[in-house]
């Protein structure tokens, strides 16, 4: 919806719709709510309540603290009051923050509580950086595991599972971004929330995979090296699409998952590398689902 701008006595004035004025019942004179976020301002017929600070207890729950602290990292909490029990809780709380949650940082700590405060930079210019980031991390790691799969690499194959963790990370910001309010609508939020997930979910994978291989020391078969190879060059092809989308390039992209699923089904029919064949399967699904997301984006 567009409207004018109008200039009275110095001042720029817009005006409301008269469907909204009407269904939330506003008089003249009454105040509403405004929120100025980067480029965009929203407007509120009630007080605009954002959650800021949160109060929990893990003493009893040690084995979730962590999923919890990282829930409230991303859903925008920035003042985190967090009571535990033992020295195991408190460290596993400690590397988390180091490792998973920008901007998250320890500023009180007794015996049996710490206080965990934000001091990111929020900004739509840091969420685009950190989004290009997340693909060229994940570019790399699906090289990286392809030629250390070739070669027996197992160091390598190491290396693909710390980078796991900076797209954990980086994901995990991103996802706090977008319940800060960074993008331009709800519904663009909730896909882009989506959407990280799904790069994140690609990301582990790869970890799995790279375990996979590591643990048993073993070699993917040629067949399955070759359409490892070819998941790679479709997601290669998405990050071109997510930056300059075509709809026809995506398409094709859909089209090559489809054939590769079914040749990875007739292989495990015939009982030929069942467990690699999953595993592809697995980063096949990753890829459709990132599909669906690249078309919502869009």
């Not at 040690?62 to 009051?81: C, E, F, N, P």
């Not at 923050?97 to 998250?104: A, F, K, L, N, V």
Request: aromatic share 10%; net charge positive.
């Amino acid at each position: 919806m567009k409207r004018k701008l109008l200039e009275l006595g110095g001042s720029v004035f817009v005006s409301l719709p008269s469907i909204y004025v009407k269904s939330n019942n506003l008089k003249k004179g009454q105040e509403i709510e405004l929120e100025i976020i980067d480029n965009s301002v929203i407007i509120s017929s009630t007080p605009i309540i954002k959650e800021s600070k949160r109060n929990i207890d893990i003493s009893n729950n040690h084995k979730i603290g962590k999923r919890y602290v990282t829930a409230l990292y991303r859903k925008g909490i920035d003042d985190i009051s967090l009571n535990f029990e033992g020295m195991k809780s408190l460290l596993a709380v400690k590397k988390l923050i180091e490792t998973d949650t920008i901007g998250y940082e320890i500023i009180k700590q007794d015996k049996d509580n710490i206080n965990i405060k934000d001091f990111s930079v929020k900004s739509t210019e840091e969420y685009n950086n950190i989004i290009r980031r997340i693909w060229l991390i994940l570019l790399e790691n699906s090289k990286e595991l392809l030629n250390a799969a070739k070669t027996n690499d197992f160091v390598a194959m190491q290396l693909v599972r710390l980078r796991d963790k900076d797209i954990n990370k980086f994901s995990n910001f991103c996802c706090r971004l977008v319940f800060k309010g960074s993008l331009s609508s709800f519904s663009q939020s909730v896909i882009s929330y989506n959407f990280l997930r799904n790069l994140e979910a690609m990301s582990d994978s790869y970890k799995e995979l790279s375990i996979y291989l590591r643990e048993e020391e073993i070699n993917l078969s040629e067949q399955s090296y070759r359409y490892f190879e070819e998941t790679i060059n479709i997601l290669e092809e998405y990050y071109n699409i997510f930056y300059k989308f075509n709809l026809s390039k995506l398409n094709d992209c859909v089209l090559k998952i489809r054939v590769i699923e079914k040749k990875i089904k007739l292989n495990i029919n015939k009982n030929k590398s069942v467990r690699e064949s999953l595993y592809i399967m697995s980063i096949l699904k990753k890829l459709d689902e990132i599909a669906s997301n690249l078309v919502e984006l869009n």
